[in-house]
């Protein structure tokens, strides 16, 4: 037996998790001064990372009076901006079976239907072909979903909604950051753009996501329903150097508003954004080099010229592997190593399932991709000494 350290011994190297997050100094200082100075629900910092927010996404130039509005998680903004841009009782909402259930579950908090349409196998998001062929004349949004980092087929979908009259909100829940077309994603001429940072997202505030629209009106509504219904915002309210104590409520609104707390990780971690990116990327480079050889479908690449944000790398067994999908999960996880299934698709998720009266045949390149898919550990602390021992357990069960 060689020693416990020693890579023949993989077992006994330290577990590999699926994702971590990168929480620096700079960050836990910011909190700490968020504590000392006593605000500590949404307030200046909510605000300040709300502006650099619009800024990091290029700002004015880019996107000329895009806003940028702090809540508490991605499914929060999913459901604001679904509200914001008019879905209600009896419209339908079209997105991707393969997805998380976010992407989907806001349109039935507003008593509207959803549609779930399958992928295109090249890219994994959602086929335009599919959505145009789901239309009916109760539809009023898209939800696009950019899986895993790589941008959806926004030109297309952005024509079909205007040539139906229909809006569009994307999550971007993968997507920061992410280029379609050279533009950012977040910058494009969809209603709203919904971004998530979740503790294993590619920035994390814990909890927390960010909805951006260049619609004044929709900005309007979504700050407005973030905060029960009230006519102003609370931080205005107090800190206003006239007395301001009065305040109308002019609906039913929502609790959905970002602490400072949060903010506060928000601030720093989006200034590293970019630096995360290209550590990611330079993982995934590797893990392609490393596994090409392998029968083993790689990630979608992005279309060129764009950037890919590289929140998720996915992979699916070819069908000449020689071992299933559980199989090479076992092996990964016997070997000390985190990995996981994005998605289980929608359409195989009980309450979807039994909804809608779904049936697995109906989504063929999503049931597919996920009987033969799986993910690997991704982000930016990990080594390259990491991937190789990653590629090394995969190579051990698929190559002959
Ligand atoms: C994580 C995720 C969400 C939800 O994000 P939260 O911030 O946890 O609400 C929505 N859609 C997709 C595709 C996601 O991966």
């Not at 959803?114 to 239309?135: K, M, N, S």
């Not at 104590?245 to 200034?271: C, S």
Request: contains cysteine; charged residues 20%; proline residues 7%.
């Amino acid at each position: 037996m060689s020693s416990p350290t020693a890579p023949s011994d993989p077992a006994a190297l330290p577990f590999l998790p699926f994702a971590l997050p990168e929480i620096g100094e700079d960050e836990i200082a910011e909190v700490v001064d968020t504590l000392r100075h006593g605000w500590v629900t949404t307030g200046p910092k909510a605000r300040r990372f709300e502006q650099d927010f619009a800024a990091f996404l290029g700002g004015a130039d880019a996107a000329p009076g895009l806003e940028a509005i702090a809540v508490n998680s991605a499914t929060a903004g999913l459901h604001l901006a679904l509200e914001a841009v008019g879905v209600g009782p009896g419209d339908e909402v079209i997105t991707t079976t393969h997805t998380f259930t976010a992407s989907a579950e806001v349109a039935r908090y507003l008593g509207a239907d959803v549609r779930l349409v399958d992928i295109d196998p090249a890219t994994l998001c959602i086929d335009p072909a599919a959505i145009e062929a789901a239309i009916t004349p109760r539809t009023k949004a898209i939800v696009p979903v950019h899986f895993a980092g790589r941008a959806a087929e926004m030109g297309e979908i952005l024509a079909l909604a205007r040539r139906h009259g229909l809006k569009v909100v994307e999550d971007a829940a993968h997507a920061l950051p992410t280029t379609h077309a050279g533009q950012m994603i977040g910058t494009l001429a969809s209603d709203v753009t919904v971004f998530s940072f979740y503790a294993n997202k590619t920035i994390t505030t814990g909890e927390g996501g960010m909805a951006v629209t260049r619609d004044p009106a929709l900005a309007a509504r979504m700050k407005v329903m973030r905060l029960h219904g009230i006519n102003r915002d609370a931080f205005d309210r107090f800190t206003a150097k006239v007395p301001s104590w009065y305040y109308e409520i002019v609906a039913p609104g929502f609790k959905y508003n970002l602490t400072d707390i949060a903010a506060a990780l928000g601030i720093h971690q989006l200034r590293r954004a970019r630096e995360f990116r290209d550590a990611r990327a330079r993982i995934a480079a590797q893990y392609d080099a490393l596994l090409a050889d392998l029968p083993l479908t790689l990630p979608p690449q992005p279309a060129a010229g764009d950037l890919h944000s590289w929140h998720i790398y996915v992979l699916r067994l070819a069908d000449n592997a020689p071992v299933g999908r559980d199989a090479v999960i076992e092996a990964l996880f016997a070997a000390g190593i985190g990995s996981s299934v994005h998605y289980i698709p929608l359409h195989q998720q009980p309450y979807w399932r039994e909804r809608y009266q779904l049936r697995a045949e109906d989504f063929p390149h999503s049931q597919k991709a996920y009987e033969a898919t799986f993910s690997l550990p991704l982000y930016s602390r990990m080594t390259p000494a990491d991937a190789e021992r990653v590629a090394a357990v995969l190579r051990g069960v698929l190559a002959r």
